[in-house]
């Protein structure tokens, strides 16, 4: 009788082995080496997400997988349905059969493909030949279709549908993610994109990269080499040491790159941009403004901690308004902080000196105005920009200055502030960013530390890098 149960499990063991040997999807789930940066990526529930990832980091397989997991109906971190309608989009037709086909395919066990439509070659030989669309067995006992398109198509082959979702294989034109976009609204469907971001600063990063923070349906990450379990360390080193630094940013890190490099290459998301949480009366110290009238108006709300660490905590940024509008709109934040403010109820704030100019609507300045509706504006402030490029750096840098992570407008300047010709950073986009400067150039001057951190400072640090949360 025991020999006979020891049998039977040796029989169970032996048909898991076999399933799990044949379902990479499973092996997927399930395997020793965990690729914690994909996980996340199955795992965020926003609508509209994208890995930024270099050659082998991993960002195809997650692409795929999540298209088997919608399809299949099993996804792990998701409301599954049946009769799920997905496309894949490549930037050409050989491209679709050299990856994301040939992706989709390693992981969709064939008594799972119900039939396949083929734009060439045969249907005994799918890897070779370029897929139209696969039908699929559902666990809910539906049929789902994942079709594909090539961007070499035109948009005219991408209107008509209602979709679940779309996987975008590398970076589309515009006008086909704008109308993949359409397909996907019937539905409240998804769009995942992974990609190598060799373009520079395309639509993608105006519209996901610097747009993050101020949306509530995008999500993205960055994945690298080191990031990837199944990639050898000593072929990370002989890649590496075959590329320039620009290739590495693209190639390895996938990053965004362009000509005109970042200002603030200092400032890191994962580092200074926290959730927020409530701040001590006693660390409240005062707003910076930079005026606006056709141009938004911003201001933040600065705080600083007893070691000195600098926290944007609040931000008001609109155009259009007039000051008594945007003063109005202050106050109620300030309500909203509890910021504190003087015996009469003004609110201190630092303004750009070029509010003591009379504007053509009113007789007085833009500075007085604000005096007239309770906002206190100091317009002695130092504009040097390129002290105050410097000093916001040197803040960065030694890990001394955070924003909250509702500061939208200010993180979005932050990461597309670039130089461009010779020494001079390009004007756009820089009202925040103006307003900062002002801001840090009345902080002392940062020195490179004359010691090491004490015990205590070192476990302070620790908690603020453990409240940053990027999304």
Partial sequence: MQNLLVQKIKEIEKEQKRRYDNNLIFRYNTGKKKHKKQVAFH????????VFGGNRSGKTECGAVECVYMARGIHPYRKNKKDVFGWVVSLSQQVQRDVSQNKILKYLNKDWIVETTMLSGKKDSLESGVID?????NVFGGISTIGFKSCDQGREKFQGSSLDFVWFDEEPPKDIYDECKMRVLDKRGDIFGTMTPLKGLTFIYDEIYLNCFNSK???YEFIEWADNPYLNKREIK???SSMSERELLTRRYGEFSSDSGRVYTEFDENIHVIEPFSIPSD????LSIDPGLKNPLSCHFYAVDYDGNVYVVGEHYESGLDVKEHSNRIKKLCKQLNWHSDFNGNINALIDSAANQKTLAYSKSVAELFYENGINVNTNVNKDLFSGINRVKSFFKSNKLFIFKNCVNLI????GYR??????????DDHALDELRYYIMTKPHLDAPSKALTDVQKDKLKLIRKMTRRR
């Fill in 43 to 50: 795992k965020c529930k926003k609508r509209n997400r994208w």
């Fill in 217 to 219: 349906e995008i999500w």
């Fill in 412 to 415: 979005r300047e932050i990461k």
């Fill in 133 to 137: 669309q696969i039908k699929i067995r």
């Fill in 419 to 428: 130089w461009g010709k010779g020494d001079t950073p390009i004007k756009k």
């Fill in 283 to 286: 660390w409240q110290d005062t």
């Fill in 238 to 240: 002989m890649l590496t």
